[in-house]
């Protein structure tokens, strides 16, 4: 998102050492258990912004939701989590620039102008205000979407993203800044590789969008400035596996006015924003288990499940009397 720009990463782009099969995610014990969903009925559509031609896809009814997918992926992505969110939802996922069916175009990929075409795309589409749930480079988009267009997003939820570049572990840093054109023969065999060439409109732009990734990552930025002058209501969502450091995952939190002194028994001081740090969850495993969507989709709506002290013993007293 700015100078000297950006970023986050993405799911496993930088890992260059790491099979195909350590990437995929494990099973999801929860999902098993739950009902199938009939599929949402689905639309699609193209636009044309400063050079990339974006795909996108708007699927389910309700208040609308954008989501925002990890580095080397797509919309697709978050297949895992659709059942769970277009019920109420409607969901607009857009291919970021040089990702799935959208271009790569001729310019650098900088999380900043990204958002702003997102933001450029919402109004072409008539989406004057939007929900925002982004993952990993989403949640860089998304976290510039609301910095630098706040008349855009309603509620913003990131998940696995850190706010500055020294909030990932040094040995994942280490390894992001060797992102380039030169792993192309050991990503060949990768979900992302694979995934990529199935819908690319130029499969052959692979090796330069691994160049303009890695350039991407090989920058400095620290957007803690911003994050502490966000107003939207603002949820952080981490696996307790992350890629990212929990000091930088707390520190984060600070800056968004949580996590600063107790809340009261009657949540009198309880902070507007939110942190979930989910158990048994990995960076690489985030956007697939829908324990996420449920994890944010409370409070995208607005809603708690919590009830204070005070409020339960009312309860327990009107529902004792005869």
Request: charged share 20%; proline share 7%.
């Amino acid at each position: 998102m700015f100078k000297p720009s950006l970023i986050v990463l993405l799911t496993c782009s930088a890992v260059s050492s790491v099979s195909s099969s350590a990437l995929a995610a494990p099973a999801d014990p929860a999902k098993a258990a739950r009902p199938a969903q009939p599929a949402a009925a689905k639309s699609s559509g193209r636009a044309t912004i400063k050079g990339v031609d974006y795909y996108y896809e708007i699927r389910g009814q309700g208040e609308p939701l954008l989501i925002l997918h990890g580095g080397l992926g797509s919309i697709d992505m978050f297949e895992p989590l659709l059942p769970v969110l277009t019920p109420s939802r409607q969901v607009i996922g857009v291919d970021l620039q040089g990702h799935g069916r959208s271009s790569l175009g001729n310019r650098p990929i900088r999380c900043e102008a990204i958002a702003d075409d997102v933001a450029a795309l919402l109004k072409r589409i008539g989406r004057a205000k939007v929900d925002v749930l982004g993952y990993s480079f989403g949640g860089c988009v998304g976290l510039r979407l609301a910095v630098q267009h706040p008349e855009v997003v309603r509620r913003l939820a990131i998940a696995s993203a850190p706010f500055s570049d020294d909030g990932w572990y040094a040995d994942m840093r280490a390894q992001q800044v060797q992102v380039s054109a030169a792993m192309l023969p050991m990503m060949k065999e990768t979900p992302m590789y694979k995934s990529y060439v199935a819908v690319a409109p130029k499969p052959e732009d692979f090796p330069r969008l691994l160049d303009a990734m890695g350039a991407l990552m090989r920058q400095k930025y620290d957007w803690s400035a911003d994050i502490a002058k966000l107003k939207m209501p603002v949820m952080i969502v981490f696996g307790d596996g992350d890629m990212v450091r929990p000091e930088h995952e707390i520190k984060f939190y600070q800056l968004l006015g949580g996590g600063l002194k107790d809340a009261g028994w009657n949540r009198e001081a309880m902070p507007r924003n939110r942190l979930a740090i989910l158990p048994d969850v990995t960076h690489y495993e985030m956007f697939a288990t829908p324990r996420l969507a449920e994890t944010v989709l409370p409070f995208l709506n607005g809603q708690s499940g919590a009830r204070s002290w005070a409020d339960q013993v009312k309860a327990q007293t009107a529902s004792a009397k005869p």
